[in-house]
């Protein structure tokens, strides 16, 4: 009876020590603490930009941009744009945490409306930031929200987020009204009729005038006349007209009117800036700490979302997702080699503050080295671990940080199989274009 006893207690203690392992207390990992978390330690190593190279980027960006206002209709085909009706038959979970019935599918699938597929096809603009839904509403779906790394923030109706002054073409509305299916220049998805205005041929013109300012501060208020409009991100595009920055107002007959908004000239300038050491320093400075946001949900960014954002003020438009990141610029793959090689060759071949360094579900923007170790800036949910059980786990990050291809080595359980270097699979120059 006692040996049983002692083998009972034995086994108890060691669930209770992983257990408690497994639900890492909320400390930070110690990359945040050795490499100080500001970009000014890192920027004395600024390569110069060519500018031909920059003017040439930044000319791409724009017509990428403003690409929406010149198609004529949707070239994805009607399976391409309904993929999402595959939830219905998973099991998923609602905000409540509780099984989506498939009735309740059935009838976001039916306010859809995709029979009325490419038949609106008008021109419009995001008056506000708005996000664009797989679905027509602001319901969430989450996967199994007690496994590590689904449940909150992982809602896959979340599709991304889209800044205020964004051309987009609306292919038809929901059933009901209250929503728009549209492209933008780097997504398609659900936006809210109230978030968006039609555009004419007048606010077109003005829009596409030539002249681009864009953010470079982030979450500043602008009013007008005293009034408050939104809050900008960083990475926000205003065209500019005797010195005056250019937004859309709605009417209640979802037409568009030129609005004109005061801007502190600290908080926009000219695009594309200059790849100096003081921009690159105050851009990642605006970013850092920021909290995680799957698909930039409750405005907040996800780690694609914070590499779009920060290139966008140098005059590189990327694409919205990690793996679309990777295919329109310069791809060194060095899957194949070791975690101390491909650190190497990353020392050797990456450009600081133009390189980015890709693995499945994840990119970073690398920004130099210290004492031999790369350093990496980016925007990250967790370390991965495993528990005695072989049970996934995570240490929450939870935000915008510097670290190396090491970060959370010290995490108890950390699983060193799915460790930052071990899941980097290649690096993109962004300053090369693929050929």
């Known amino acids: 009876m006692k040996k049983v006893y002692f083998i009972f207690t034995i086994l108890f203690s060691t669930f209770l020590f992983f257990g408690c392992a497994s639900k890492q207390l909320d400390t930070e990992v110690n990359d945040l603490k050795i490499y100080k978390q500001d970009a000014k330690e890192y920027t004395s190593t600024m390569p110069t930009f060519n500018k031909n190279i920059q003017e040439k980027l930044n000319k791409e960006f724009d017509e990428r941009y403003f690409k929406p206002w010149h198609k004529e209709k949707f070239k994805a085909s009607i399976k391409d744009v309904t993929w999402q009706f595959k939830y219905k038959n998973d099991k998923v979970y609602g905000d409540n945490n509780r099984v989506i019935s498939k009735k309740w599918f059935e009838e976001q699938i039916n306010n859809s409306n995709f029979e009325k597929y490419n038949t609106f096809l008008r021109k419009a603009i995001t008056v506000k930031n708005s996000n664009l839904r797989v679905f027509p509403t602001n319901s969430k779906i989450f996967y199994n929200p007690s496994v590590a790394g689904e449940g909150f ?13 964004s051309p987009i073409l609306i292919s038809h509305f929901s059933k009901d009204r209250a929503w728009a299916y549209v492209l933008s220049s780097f997504a398609k998805g659900w936006i809210e009729v109230n978030d968006l205005a039609y555009v004419d041929n007048k606010i077109i013109n003005f829009f596409e005038n030539q002249n681009y300012y864009v953010a470079i501060k982030d979450n500043f208020p602008i009013y007008k006349k005293g009034i408050f409009l939104e809050y900008i991100k960083l990475g926000t595009i ?9 937004t859309v107002g709605r009417y209640a007959n979802n037409h568009g009117y030129i609005r004109v908004v005061e801007i502190p000239s600290l908080y926009i300038s000219k695009k594309p800036i200059e790849l100096s050491e003081n921009n690159v320093s105050n851009i990642i400075n605006e970013l850092l700490k920021e909290p995680y946001g799957w698909g930039e949900a409750l405005s907040h960014r996800d780690c694609s979302a914070l590499t779009k954002d920060y290139f966008a003020p140098f005059g590189i438009n990327l694409k919205r997702n990690s793996y679309g990141q990777t295919l329109d610029y310069r791809y060194l793959d060095i899957s194949s080699l070791t975690n101390k090689k491909k650190k190497e060759f990353i020392l050797e071949n990456a450009i600081p503050f133009l390189t980015l360094a890709y693995m499945k579900g994840h990119i970073m923007i690398y920004i130099g080295q210290k004492n031999n170790e790369p350093l990496f800036f980016h925007n990250v949910w967790g370390v991965k671990t495993k528990d005695f059980f072989g049970n996934d786990g995570r240490k929450i990050v ?11 080595e010290e995490v108890e359980g950390f699983d060193d199989k799915r460790s930052l270097a071990s899941r980097l699979l290649g690096i993109i120059n962004v300053t090369q274009k693929k050929e």
Do not use: E, R, S
């Open 153 to 165: 923030p992982f809602d896959y109706n979340q599709n991304t987020g889209i800044k205020i002054n």
């Open 238 to 246: 205003f065209p500019v007209k005797n010195n005056k920055a250019i």
């Open 398 to 408: 939870g935000k915008a940080v510097i670290t190396t291809l090491n970060m959370g």
